[in-house]
């Protein structure tokens, strides 16, 4: 079984930076696009930003733009998320997810499998 595990998440005052890492097992045989999602208490769950399997399409919500960075290393089958400038508002639980349509404009979880079991971000003002 394909397994999606992430790390990283903490308490951080505003301004400050994190980094998510999340690792799909090696079981999986097929390079997949990965993705973060967050959860604030109250709120639906959000598409952050994407990647997809050779790394040209990324993908970032309007709200991270320019504070936040997706990249991946394909030889340890690892995504990373590095957030910088976080805010009280990027506060939420975040996802990682595998098997995604991720392009320059768009990214989607069209399957309820591969998906991690989420690190918690609070950043406090």
């Known amino acids: 079984q394909v397994q999606v595990v992430e790390s990283g998440g903490g308490l951080v005052q505003a301004g400050g930076s994190l980094r998510l890492s999340c690792t799909v097992s090696?079981?999986?045989?097929?390079?997949?696009?990965l993705g973060w999602f967050r959860q604030a208490p109250g709120k639906e769950r959000e598409g952050v930003s994407c990647?997809?399997?050779?790394?040209?399409?990324?993908w970032y919500t309007d709200s991270v733009k320019g504070r936040f960075a997706i990249s991946r290393d394909n030889r340890k089958n690892t995504v990373y998320l590095q957030m910088n400038s976080l805010q009280p508002e990027d506060t939420a639980m975040y996802y990682c997810?595998?098997?995604?349509?991720?392009?320059?404009?768009?990214?989607?979880?069209?399957?309820?499998?591969?998906w991690g079991q989420g690190t918690q971000v609070t950043v406090s003002s």
């Open positions: 997810a595998a098997d995604l349509v991720c392009t320059n404009s768009h990214m989607r979880k069209d399957t309820s499998d591969l």
């Open positions: 090696e079981l999986a045989r097929v390079v997949y696009n």
């Open positions: 990647i997809s399997a050779n790394g040209r399409g990324i």
